[in-house]
């Protein structure tokens, strides 16, 4: 199969903006099923799983997955070698790294804030995206960023005092490898369909991680059955539902816009912490849910 781009020119405006609605529905449903991520990384290492033994099945997963939809649906997977080469290199330099990055950064900081610090990225991929994708930077983008961000730090916020700075340096690579990541797969999903290229980017992260787990001597199986459903969650809802719904996104609407997007993130994970582990949903992290809502309305004002 060929990559599916419909350019936006030629479209009416009704067109143009069902389009971007898609885009934006594409985004919100990735978001969702990403927010479930931490509840079910929680249940699997409460079950005994560790760390990077959870990555690596979630990735191996993942891949097995999209590997099938390959080959049932017959889709020519093949790569040019400096393409195969470029998701290579972005899958190891961005999905991998801000995995890693993010997960070393919770043995430090507070996982919250952690997150607050990764959840800079939509700033650095609205900046990226001026430049190498030549992205126009508007007033909207401007102000949603400000909201969503604001939200971001409603939801998460906590004392800055105390702060170990080797979490808050690796809660940063995360965020500035996870802009690369957005604004790289952007410009090679040009030319690359959407579910070859996630199939590439889940084999080579699961062969990343693969090593690692192994290369540490923390390859253990030692774990119960709560432990295997937060892991098959991952695999299938948190990175094949999310991955192809979220880059299918990145294809309509860019990758400025679909990252202010994800700041809904964290007020997902606040309510699905409540419901599912029975965590205090509190009147600020409500509050800041609204803040990002609104963030997300104002950009998509300007489809």
Known sequence: MQPNNIPDSGMTKEQKSSRQGLGVALV????????????????????????MITLTLRYILAAAVFWLIIKVGNYAYSLPRRQLAAVTALSLIGQTVTVL??????????????????????????VLSV??????????KGAALLLTFAGCAIILGQPLNALDMRGVLLSLVAAFSNSIFLVGTTRLLKDIDTTVYNTYVTTIVALATGLITIARGQVSFDFNLQALLAIIVLGIVSTVLAMAALFRGVKIMGASRAAIISTFEPAATAVFGFLILGELLTGWQMTGGLVVLAGVFVLRGSA
């Open 101 to 126: 990055a993010l997960f070393e950064a919770f043995r430090y900081i507070p996982s919250g804030m952690a997150i607050l610090f990764l959840y800079l990225y939509p700033t650095l991929v609205a």
């Open 28 to 51: 919100l449903f990735a978001i969702i099923c990403l927010s479930i991520e931490a509840i079910a990384a929680k249940l699997a290492y409460q079950g005994g799983a560790t760390v």
């Open 131 to 140: 430049f190498f994708l030549r992205e126009p930077f508007t007033w909207r």
